[in-house]
């Protein structure tokens, strides 16, 4: 009787493992890769034989394949980034080995990385993530956020507006309504939400119109600025890799009070002073608060009872710092010769 | 708004500090403040008085004026129209350094112009350094001594900027509003200003027509024995540092009061009012006022203007008008000192394009009591000029007052995570001017009239908290108890997806949400108008709706790398996908009247991109556990028409795929199991030159040994920083032998490389090559 397919799975992912362990090289990843996930690969053939197990079998069987499938795919893109990483060139300069494969691996956009990094990070802490819309309702992106129609802070934002009155989101802070709304949260809660937010400017080397923000916030029964200053210590220092210090500074947003901006030593010139600190040894990363009471009751939350941190910082800023990108349009660009670099 | 130091020590008594101590003891404390420069004369600068004009004999538009410093006279010559006999002036003696209209400085020389020598010249503000004002001389105060060094009068100040936020704009958009700021934090006491005191309000001077307009209050002052003549120095220097022109010291003393107390202020020429009853009213649509810019506005219904006897005199809260301004001759005027709703003027001065340090802070709102202080400091200087008081208006229906907030002071320590003793808050409160009751367990706490930011107990945590210095505050180490199920469905497939099209050979890029009207004339698509969602204010006219295909974009991202691409025939050249959302109208959506869905799309370019595609979508379908036969209900792949890519040169075939993410999320038949991880390495972003590559072919024979990573090595290392790309394009066997062919791309980080340059290292490998390989160069 032949072995069930469960266990040919286990023994194709510990061959496949072991194979991928022994390449010497960049070039015998490919066919490696062809051998195990491609579309005629070892891994695709059992998978195909799924069809033929009876419905509960099929179930776990499909899980666990796709578990090996995911392992083997991520071990695979591990591996040719080790390659990459000794080779002494930057990664798109040289091509040209033995005859061309069908493909070689292709590479993922260093924002999504960043917030695959910053999920990391902040799930390690307990914060759910959250999405909401990208083209939003005014009372979401503004007056239930405490900033009514003649507010100046209103005023001064570059809103895209479309033609029947909508908005096209210009922070992530209405994700911490529609997310309390929608999935029925009640403190004690943690959540983030990475996302696209529009602002009407022109662009330059650190401006664009679409770009990504990070809106973190955290509510229980005795959420503090404390709490708030942990959790920005722990989040900058995982993604750079460095101890780093933060400094809270007075400022003001209509959806939180106390208000603050949240400077953190330069993590190029080590608070030397550098042109990309104009030569003050911080930079600003983000601004914060305890949220305001309005927009608690917004969220049904009883403010007597309930208080917490929010935050909202900019994505690109992080990933232009980790990977010494000088240019925020390059994100948008489609540049193969940057957008190849990263992964 | 800038700030000068020597005010703030007016006001100020006994502040010690540095300016540079009290730009970082407001940056951690109150807002973003820094030292932003110096403002002082030059020593070299003397008071000098004209005696005598008269034309140049050589040219029309210049006069050669005679100076004199008390002792002797010289002449020099000068092209300003507003000097007249018996007025001092700033002169520069040859061998003084001053500013020129780009800020740089230039040393003043013994010049002829025009065949007269002209031993040093007569000043305007900008040559002084003061203010870019150079459309004549800088008239100077007549009280002045003759022959004296003018910054003997005029103290060198340091300016500081501040970034003030909008909530302090009611109160720290001046000089006494940063000193008492800085006051609280440093615990000294405020010199306050002298004020006069108002007789009282009579029916000797206008009444006041407001129809149903929300004017919290208007105060009018009238007064006589006015004289328009130069400033004090000392007054036009803290005007100067303030950003702002003198003009004469009836308009001065108003601005002045503006940046040291907050308050706008206007004065009329009483004498060119058209009447006597005050007003102010809606303008009527089309209405017109010429300001005192001259230049002529046309208002709306929804702009205020002040009236006298109904007509127009003013852009409320503003700008005065040209004809009822102050003028050399004016010697009565009538103060407006009031208080506007501040929508209404941030929308005017938006329209109108007029944003003036008035309607600045009224459209911040600023405190109805605060036009007392304001009125009866204007008062006190024109009193000491010699002026006189006829008469005080004071329409003030509702006064103002600040709310009382009951406040817990244990709430302090609460938020802060900080233990803060009740005592601690009470001194800070005091310190700032509130007025605390804590007699009961709540304590009932009222702010001052201008911190109209303060009305819940969050804003007086704030007030403790920042001045006790947010530093103080420890970081809580955060308890680490991992999230049980961090990532929805639809973010765990997002990262599948994206590690699967990785893996497939797929490069991932982001475009923008616009849609972009030549990239969808690119591959022949075009928006249903009819669901596209319109942007009103967008950033160009090509990308006036959102996107409803991620193709358009991604096949333009294509192109923008194709000269970058490799130049022979590769099965697939490249491939890229994009995960992102599409906008229709709609009402299925989250948000009324639209509807978002996310879509996964990717083009592959080769001779076996078609292959590519059908394997990676049903890899793609594979994984949700939907049955491959099923591709139509979640979108569709194809191949891009071949005239449209031959028209962009592209002579392989151009494949492309794109799904209906969302319902691809919705129709799986298995749970995701994606695994969180740190997001690969930091890898550092290394640019590409922005130099001309040039491109080399090189062809050689071998024997079949020699392998193609021999070859390039042997390229790489003899090119070092120089060769960009190695590219074989051709390999055939013939006679025993392999002969391969290169491109090779030369290209320097640092420069143009010239032919030279090119044949040096060309030659060089090829030598190599010959010697190292036994290649022959064919």
């Given at each position: ?343 | ?207 006041i027509s407001l129809g149903d307009i929300n004017i919290p209050r208007y105060m009018a002052v009238g007064f006589t024995n006015l004289v328009a003549k130069p400033s004090p120095l000392c007054l036009q220097a803290y005007l100067l540092a303030s950003g702002a022109k003198p003009h004469n ?199 001052p009239d201008d911190r109209l930011d303060l009305n819940i107990p969050p804003d007086l945590i704030e007030e403790v908290l920042r001045v006790i210095g947010l530093d103080k505050i420890p970081s809580r180490t955060p308890n680490i108890t991992a999230a049980s199920r961090p990532l929805s ?290």
């Open positions: 009787m032949t072995e069930p397919l469960t266990e040919k799975l286990q023994h194709l992912r510990t061959e496949a493992k072991h194979a991928l362990d022994k390449a010497a090289d960049q070039d015998s990843l490919e066919p490696w890769r062809v051998k195990y996930l491609g579309r005629k690969g070892q891994l695709a053939r059992l998978i195909k034989d799924i069809s033929q197990l009876d419905a509960p079998a099929r179930k776990s069987a499909g899980q666990l394949a796709n578990t090996i499938k995911q392992e083997l795919t991520q071990a695979f893109t591990a591996r040719a980034a080790v390659f990459r990483d000794h080779h002494s060139a930057p990664a798109t300069a040289l091509s040209g080995a033995s005859l061309p494969p069908a493909s070689s691996v292709g590479h993922l956009h260093p924002i999504t990385l960043s917030i695959r990094r910053i999920q990391h990070i902040f799930a390690r802490m307990g914060f759910i993530v959250a999405e909401g819309p990208l083209v939003e309702d005014p009372a979401y992106n503004f007056d239930l956020l405490n900033i009514p129609l003649h507010h100046p802070a209103r005023a001064e934002t570059d809103t895209f507006h479309t033609a029947s009155g909508s908005v096209l989101r210009t922070h992530t802070s209405p994700v911490q309504l529609r997310a309390v709304l929608a999935m029925n949260l009640t403190p004690p809660f943690s959540v983030i939400s990475p996302g696209r937010v529009f602002r009407s400017e022109s662009t330059d080397a650190s401006h664009e119109h679409t770009f990504h923000q990070l809106e973190a916030f955290m509510v229980g029964e005795r959420v503090t600025v404390a709490d708030f200053k942990g959790v920005v210590k722990k989040y900058f220092s995982d993604f750079f890799e460095q101890n780093v210090t933060t400094r809270l500074r007075p400022s003001y947003f209509p959806f939180v009070e106390p208000g603050f901006e949240v400077d953190m030593s330069c993590i190029i010139c080590q608070q030397a002073g550098c042109s990309v600190c104009g030569r003050t040894g911080w930079l600003e990363m983000m601004g914060a608060g305890m949220v305001h009471p309005n927009v608690l009751k917004n969220m049904n939350i009883d403010h007597t009872r309930w208080q917490g941190f929010a935050f909202g910082g900019g994505i690109d800023r992080l990933a232009m710092l980790r990977h010494h990108i000088d240019d925020v349009r390059l994100f948008m660009s489609g540049r193969l010769d940057f957008l190849n670099q990263f992964s | 708004m800038k700030i000068s130091y020597n005010w703030l020590q007016e006001l100020l008594p006994d502040l010690n500090s540095a300016p540079k101590d009290i730009a970082e003891l407001l940056t951690l404390h109150s807002f973003e403040t820094e030292v932003a420069g110096r403002l002082a004369v030059n020593p070299k600068v003397q008071v000098r008085k004209i005696i005598k004009l008269e034309p140049h004999p050589n040219a029309d538009r210049l006069q050669l004026a005679t100076i004199t410093n008390g002792l002797e006279k010289i002449t020099v010559v000068c092209g300003a129209p507003n000097i007249k006999i018996g007025q001092l002036v700033p002169y520069s003696p040859p061998g003084t350094a001053l500013f020129d209209e780009t800020g740089q400085d230039f040393t003043i020389k013994e010049t002829t112009i025009r065949g007269v020598t002209s031993p040093g010249m007569l000043n305007s503000l900008r040559e002084l350094g003061l203010h870019p004002e150079h459309a004549g001389i800088w008239i100077l105060p007549d009280d002045l001594p003759l022959g004296t060094s003018l910054a003997d009068h005029f103290p060198a100040d340091t300016i500081l900027k501040a970034e003030i936020t909008p909530n302090r704009a009611h109160d720290c958009l001046s000089h006494l509003g940063i000193a008492r700021e800085i006051a609280a934090l440093l615990a000294l006491e405020v010199k306050p200003p002298p004020l006069a005191e108002l007789p009282q309000p009579s029916s000797s001077i206008n009444g010291q009836l308009v001065d003393i108003t601005n002045y009061v503006m940046y040291e107390i907050g308050d706008p202020t206007h004065l009329f020429d009483d004498q060119t009012l058209p009447g006597q009853i005050l007003g102010v009213r809606p303008a009527t649509d089309g209405e017109k006022i010429t300001a005192l810019d001259n230049e002529v506005y046309q208002l709306t219904r929804d702009d205020l203007v002040i009236t006298i006897d109904d007509k127009a005199v003013a852009i409320a809260g503003i700008k005065g008008g040209a004809a009822t301004g102050i003028n050399p001759s004016t010697t009565s005027g009538l103060l407006e000192s009031a208080n506007f709703p501040p929508h209404a003027i941030q929308q005017t001065a938006g329209r109108l394009n007029l944003s003036t340090e008035a309607s600045y802070r009224f459209a911040r709102g600023l405190d109805p009591n605060l036009i007392d202080i304001s009125t009866r400091r204007v008062a006190y200087l024109l009193l000491t000029s010699g002026a006189k008081i006829t008469g005080v208006m004071d329409y003030y229906p509702k006064p103002s007052r600040r709310p009382v907030i009951k406040f817990d002071p244990n709430q302090v320590s609460q938020f802060a995570g900080l233990n803060i003793a009740p005592d601690q808050v009470k001194d800070i409160l005091i310190r700032l001017r509130c007025q605390v009751d804590d007699t009961a367990h709540l304590w009932a706490v009222t702010g469905d639809r973010v765990q497939w997002r990262e599948l997806t994206r590690d699967l099209l990785a893996a497939a050979g797929f490069t991932e890029t982001y475009n923008y949400s616009f849609s972009h009207q030549p990239s969808l004339d690119l591959v022949g698509q075009t928006l249903d108008k009819s669901i596209a969602i319109e942007i009103t204010n967008p950033i160009s006219p090509e990308q006036k709706y959102l996107r409803q295909s991620l193709l358009p974009g991604i096949y333009g991202h294509l192109l923008a790398n194709k000269s970058k691409l490799g130049k022979r025939a590769r099965s697939v050249e490249q491939a890229i996908f994009e995960i992102g959302r599409i906008f229709t109208r709609g009402d299925e959506g989250i948000v009324e009247g639209i509807v978002e869905i996310e879509h996964v799309a990717g083009i592959s370019w080769g001779e076996e991109g078609q292959a590519h595609i059908k394997g990676t979508v049903d890899d793609i379908l594979d994984q949700f556990s939907i049955s491959r036969t099923d591709l139509s209900r979640f979108g569709q792949v194809g191949l891009l028409d071949t005239d449209t890519r031959l028209a962009q040169k592209l002579n392989t075939p151009v494949a492309f795929f794109e799904l209906d993410f969302d319902r691809l999320i919705n129709s799986a038949e298995r749970d995701p199991d994606y695994q969180l991880t740190t997001g690969g390495p930091g890898l550092k972003y290394q640019a590409s030159s922005k130099y001309p590559p040039v491109y080399r072919d090189l062809s050689i024979i071998v024997s079949p040994q020699v392998t193609i990573e021999q070859i390039q090595g042997l390229i790489e290392d003899t090119g070092k920083d120089l060769i960009a790309d190695v590219d074989l394009f051709d390999e055939y066997q013939h006679q025993g032998q392999t002969s391969y062919a290169f491109h090779l791309k030369y290209q320097s980080p640092h420069r143009t490389l010239t032919d030279q340059d090119i044949e040096k290292i060309h030659h060089k490998i090829i030598s190599v090559l010959t010697k190292e390989l036994n290649a022959q160069i064919r």
